[in-house]
Structures are given as C-alpha cells and as structure tokens.
C-alpha cells in the first residue's frame, strides 16, 4: 500500500525558512516522480513543484528561487526546502504520487499534508 506522510510544517517568520518532509512507503522514490503541492486557506489547491524519477525538478513561478526539492533515496524520502518564506506561502503543504491508471483504478496518492503558516 503506497503512503506518504508529511512532516516539518510550523510557524514561522517572514524571510525564515522550513524544510519539509515526505517519507513515502509503497514506492520506491527514485522510480517515480513526487510532488509538492499547497492549498491555502480559501484557495484551491496548487502545484509547488515536482522531482521527476531522474532528478529533474520544476517549480512553480511563485517559489522559483525560494524553494527547492529534493529525495534522499537511502531513506525513500522527498523533501521541500523553504527560503525566504513570504505570508503568501502560509497553507497547507501536500505530498503526492501520481502513477497513473491501472485496470480503471487512477493511482493517485495524498499525504494528509502539514501546515506552514508565516507571519509577516
């Protein structure tokens, strides 16, 4: 059973930085690409950024240069390092694994996410 669970959310102050976690089970990282997403408070939900399985990552335009996301393979662990963090990047921060479809069934894996909340 694939699960990715999400830690290192906090409070924080602006221009601070977090560095989140999401330790995934079920799957190995390295095969597969994670991705971060955030929804905050009244918004829908947002794609932050992605590793591909060969390392390769993309950002969304509002983090680039702030946010960078990386995997520990030994650990089977992706992580999300937060710089400069903004009050706009208060929300909650979510993990996710897309695999795609298998006999009807769209593979698609959540964590329960892990809020980060900067004050200004």
């Known amino acids: 059973q694939v699960q990715l669970v999400e830690s290192g959310g906090g409070l924080v102050q602006a221009g601070g930085s977090l560095r989140l976690s999401c330790a995934v089970s079920g799957i190995t990282v390295s095969y597969n690409a994670i991705n971060w997403y955030r929804q905050a408070p009244g918004k829908q939900r947002e794609l932050v950024g992605s590793?591909?399985?060969?390392?390769?990552?993309n950002y969304a335009d509002s983090v680039k240069g702030r946010f960078t996301i990386s995997r520990d393979n030994a650990e089977n662990t992706v992580y999300l390092q937060m710089n400069s963090l903004k009050p706009e990047d208060t929300a909650d921060y979510y993990c996710?694994?897309?695999?795609?479809?298998?006999?009807?069934?769209?593979?698609?894996?959540w964590g329960k996410g892990t809020l980060v909340t900067v004050s200004s």
């Open positions: 996710n694994a897309y695999l795609g479809s298998y006999l009807g069934a769209t593979l698609d894996y």
């Open positions: 590793i591909s399985s060969d390392g390769t990552t």
